[in-house]
């Protein structure tokens, strides 16, 4: 609904903006999401004293302090839905299946490293998760290298994974044993331990543009988990096509329960498992 007074976003702004929108993030913004878009963006008319979307648009594209309000305008449109073991069944395929298999793999070749991304982290709790998992595997003693690199597009939930504390719904599928364990009680809820968040760091970047964070042919396990919703099937495609020169050979990708990559792309087998698929690179 318009506002009296306010602003109204044009059919031609909201054009513009989905398309500044695909081009610099890939993310697909539906057609009904005018109104989504507009209630989103209208503060930050406001606070920049900009009359009309067409005017904001060429702030965002063209003004010298365009970059940082790309970041802005990012955080303001993303779906930063996240909790700790979201998704419990696949997390179970991670701990049970994949970490024992991977050690075994590591082993045979004599490498004790292990990368893990979560392209996509949000505020954390999936990059926490996972370094609670590893940890609870008991696969992996102190000479073993573990590393988990949580990437997001928007800084303010990099912020939030950095500070590493958390309350209420994000503990929503929380086992009670994991919150007493690697969690201490601090004065705005629960802080993450530092036994675990050793293992994590977080960058803010792009899906689309990994280079600068992960080396290619380095990264064991992709977690890219309800993340590529977001995106049409071309840039899906692009996407992971682009995590496969990541992976190690055998690498692994898991995403989210809702999708697949069957209509995508061939350069992945899917590995089914009772309630869950991972997607392991091919050769
Ligand atoms: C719904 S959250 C999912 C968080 C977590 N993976 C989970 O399953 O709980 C989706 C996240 O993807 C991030 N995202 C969207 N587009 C992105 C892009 N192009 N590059 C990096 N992160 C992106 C959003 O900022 C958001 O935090």
């Given at each position: 609904m318009d506002i009296p007074g306010a602003p109204v976003m044009t059919l031609e702004d909201f054009r513009m903006i989905k398309e500044f929108v695909a081009e610099n993030f890939g993310l697909l913004l539906e057609n009904e999401k005018e109104g989504y878009l507009s209630a989103k963006l209208l503060p930050r008319l406001e606070e920049l004293r900009l009359s009309t979307f067409a005017e904001y648009y060429a702030y965002l594209k063209f003004a010298p302090g365009g970059a940082g309000e790309r970041l802005k305008f990012i955080s303001r449109i993303t779906n930063n839905e996240t909790y700790f073991f979201r998704e419990e069944i696949q997390l179970r395929v991670f701990a049970e299946e994949a970490?024992?298999?991977l050690k075994e793999k590591k082993l045979r070749n004599d490498d004790r490293t292990i990368r893990i991304v979560s392209a996509g982290c949000s505020s954390g709790e999936e990059v926490y998760s996972l370094?609670?998992?590893?940890?609870?595997?008991?696969?992996?003693?102190?000479?073993?290298?573990?590393?988990?690199?949580?990437?997001d597009i928007d800084p303010k939930v990099i912020e939030?994974?950095?500070?590493?504390?958390?309350?209420?719904?994000?503990?929503?599928?929380?086992?009670?044993?994991y919150q007493e364990r690697y969690f201490r009680k601090c004065d705005n809820g629960f802080h993450v331990k530092d036994s675990v968040?050793?293992?994590?760091?977080f960058v803010q970047g792009n899906l689309l543009d990994l280079d600068d964070i992960v080396s290619e042919s380095e990264v064991d396990i992709i977690f890219c988990r309800n993340v590529l919703i977001y995106f049409n099937d071309e840039t899906?495609?692009?996407?992971?096509?682009?995590?496969?020169?990541?992976?190690?050979?055998?690498?692994?990708?898991?995403?989210?329960?809702?999708?697949?990559?069957?209509?995508i792309t061939r350069?992945?087998?899917?590995?089914?498992?009772?309630?869950?698929?991972?997607?392991?690179?091919r050769g």
């Open positions: 970490l024992p298999a370094a609670m998992l590893v940890l609870e595997s008991g696969c992996f003693a102190w000479n073993w290298d573990v590393k988990i690199t949580g990437v939030r994974a950095v500070a590493g504390v958390y309350s209420g719904r994000a503990f929503q599928s929380t086992p009670g044993q968040r050793a293992m994590c760091s899906v495609r692009k996407i992971v096509e682009n995590f496969a020169r990541f992976l190690v050979d055998g690498g692994l990708l898991f995403l989210g329960h809702s999708e697949s990559l069957s209509r350069r992945y087998i899917p590995i089914r498992f009772p309630g869950a698929v991972v997607y392991r690179v």
